[in-house]
């Protein structure tokens, strides 16, 4: 079992916090936590409850209670935004767009900050300090972002995934970054560090006709069917590249459509991400992704809810 020292470790670690971050997250100071990682000292039992649930958000736990499961997604059910609300208010869009560009980049490595993605999109700066590479992919990611939502308001009820848009989406997503983007991949591929045994290149189209006529079928259980086509999404990883970001777009716009507020799952909880993606993909388990993106739309609600 591992000690709280270790535990504080990983977080870091996972997270990317400095430790003056954790002692703000666990409401200590710096010189106390700098003694628990340097084991040097013990918590608290309520400081041990807090680094505990702590630990469960950035890396995933491999136990949940169903109620707990059943009440979160409750609560994300209850947050709504339309894609007419969204696209009326100048200043929330334009803070999701920053924060999902970050968030979503910063996933597959990306070095830029918020502030870094913010000049970038919208000041239309050139970083010397970045790549132009990761500058591209920024700009890239907003333009794509921006043809799903037109494509959302301007389809209304009777928006429909199809795998034309699907490539359309990453098309601009990887344009200027891969020389086939907008095309599916034409050879065997694997994840780095994950046991998912992805598509066979081969079947990709028709696996990928299936998938939209499953994300375009009505459901009574949204949250659910996000988190079950997402995970069945990377798993077919029709893409070169990409395809984690393409993914999350896609999520994102599908709960809107949903006439939920859309997820954006933050670049410190990707562990517990790639942990529950593969749950789902490799053993049929859905209620961990299902609570883990519910809990990603509370977030971006909270987001919303300062903005507005």
């Known amino acids: 079992m591992e000690n709280y020292s270790e535990k504080l470790a990983r977080i870091l670690a996972a997270s990317g916090w ?5 002692s703000d997250k666990l409401g200590v100071s710096f010189v106390t936590l700098n003694k628990w990682v340097n084991n040097k000292t013990e918590p608290r039992d309520k400081a041990k409850e807090r680094i505990d649930v702590l630990f469960a958000e950035i890396l995933g736990t491999d136990t949940l209670e169903k109620t707990e499961v059943v009440r979160v997604k409750r609560l ?6 339309s894609i007419n609300k969204l696209l009326a208010n100048r200043e929330l869009l334009d803070q999701m767009t920053v924060h999902l560009t970050y968030h979503s980049n910063a996933t597959e490595g990306s070095t830029m900050t918020e502030g870094d993605v913010e000049a970038v999109i919208f000041d239309h700066k050139v970083l010397r300090n970045r790549t132009a590479i990761e500058q591209r992919e920024a700009i890239n990611h907003q333009t794509a972002l921006n043809f799903l939502l037109d494509e959302l308001q301007d389809q209304g009820k009777n928006f429909t995934v199809t795998p034309e848009l699907v490539k359309a989406v990453h098309l601009r997503l990887m344009n200027g970054i891969i020389t086939n983007s907008g095309e599916y991949r034409n050879h065997g591929a694997r994840i780095r560090g994950a046991h998912v045994p992805l598509a066979n290149f081969i079947k990709i189209p028709t696996l990928m006709t299936r998938w939209c006529q499953q994300v375009n079928e009505e459901t009574t259980d949204p949250i659910a069917m996000l988190a079950i086509t ?14 984690g970001r393409t993914g999350r777009l896609l999520l994102f716009v599908l709960a809107l459509r949903a006439g939920l507020v859309p997820p954006i799952i ?14 789902c993909q490799t053993r049929e388990l859905s209620d961990p992704l299902e609570k883990f993106i519910a809990e990603a739309i509370i977030e971006t609600s909270d987001l919303a809810e300062d903005v507005v």
């Not at 400095?18 to 954790?22: A, D, K, P, Y």
């Not at 517990?272 to 993606?277: E, H």
Request: proline share 3%; net charge positive.
């Open 230 to 243: 997402h995970a069945e999404f990377e798993r077919i990883h029709p893409f070169s590249d990409g395809n």
């Open 18 to 22: 400095s430790q003056e971050t954790l």
């Open 76 to 81: 994300a059910t209850g947050k709504k935004l």
């Open 266 to 279: 933050r670049k410190e909880r990707r562990i517990a991400y790639y942990k529950y993606l593969e749950l």
